[in-house]
């Protein structure tokens, strides 16, 4: 089944923060975060492995509740850059393998 | 090093022809997988190779489609007959493999735009 991310679309201006909400309901393993540009193919962001664990690669930070089967990924001081549309990947925790199941998308446009 | 390297990159045909997708993993790479995009339902896995095997293909829409990894650096798939709803941007992405590849990251090649008149 398809996690549900939230909000489907956000809009900012250019140092404004962002929070994007991947929700599972099933138990999971990991959650692969992703970004796609316009007419280009999803570029990895990072990966939450079980354990609750929070990663950070530059103003792009992101959290895993292992418990209630939810990630969030924050996007600090927004800079242009960031437009696109965000994928979360879930990863079920009684699967064989890496299959990742997606999510809708977020898009987000960040305005000077 | 080179990613993931998919051919064609846009392809039209006409409804009822034979359309071919290929994909080239990463060098070193034991899993392959294969996606479609479309606005009305994302991105589906359609399938998912390891070791050059068919681990799961529960998300091919229908007989029309078919997949094969002959061996670790090549994949195909295939449309017979294609269909005006087949259109899509096909993705293909591969990923290490190592230890059943639990919480592997998976690389995405370029993608092939696929329109059926």
């Known amino acids: 089944q398809q996690p549900v991310q939230s909000p489907q679309a956000v809009i900012l201006r250019e140092g404004e923060d962002a929070v994007i909400n991947c929700s599972s309901s099933?138990?999971?393993?990991?959650v692969h975060w992703y970004r796609q540009k316009h007419g280009e193919a999803p570029v990895f962001l990072m990966i939450?492995?079980?354990?609750?664990e929070q990663k950070g690669h530059e103003k792009i930070s992101a959290s895993f509740n292992e418990k209630k089967q939810q990630s969030s990924l924050y996007l600090t001081a927004s800079q242009l850059s960031y437009s696109g549309t965000y994928f979360c990947?879930?990863?079920?925790?009684?699967?064989?393998?890496?299959?990742?199941?997606f999510g809708g998308g977020t898009r987000l446009m960040v305005k000077p | 090093d080179a990613g993931v390297i998919q051919s064609p990159r846009h392809e039209v045909t006409e409804m009822g022809q034979e359309v071919t997708l290929r994909c080239k993993p990463i060098?070193?790479?034991?899993?392959l997988f294969w996606y479609r995009q479309t606005m009305m339902r994302g991105l589906e896995l359609l399938i998912y190779?390891?070791?050059?095997?068919?681990?799961?293909d529960s998300g091919m829409p229908e007989d029309r489609f078919s997949a094969k990894m002959p061996n670790a650096s090549f994949s195909t798939l295939k449309i017979q007959p294609s269909e005006p709803r087949d259109s899509a941007v096909y993705f293909c992405?591969?990923?290490?493999?190592?230890?059943?590849?639990?919480?592997?990251?998976?690389?995405f090649g370029p993608g092939t735009r696929l329109l059926v008149l």
């Open positions: 099933k138990a999971l393993y990991s």
């Open positions: 992405a591969s990923s290490p493999g190592l230890a059943g590849g639990r919480g592997e990251t998976q690389y």
């Open positions: 060098s070193g790479h034991n899993s």
């Open positions: 190779f390891n070791n050059n095997v068919p681990i799961d």
């Open positions: 939450l492995l079980k354990g609750g």
């Open positions: 990947g879930t990863e079920i925790s009684n699967n064989a393998g890496n299959m990742l199941t």
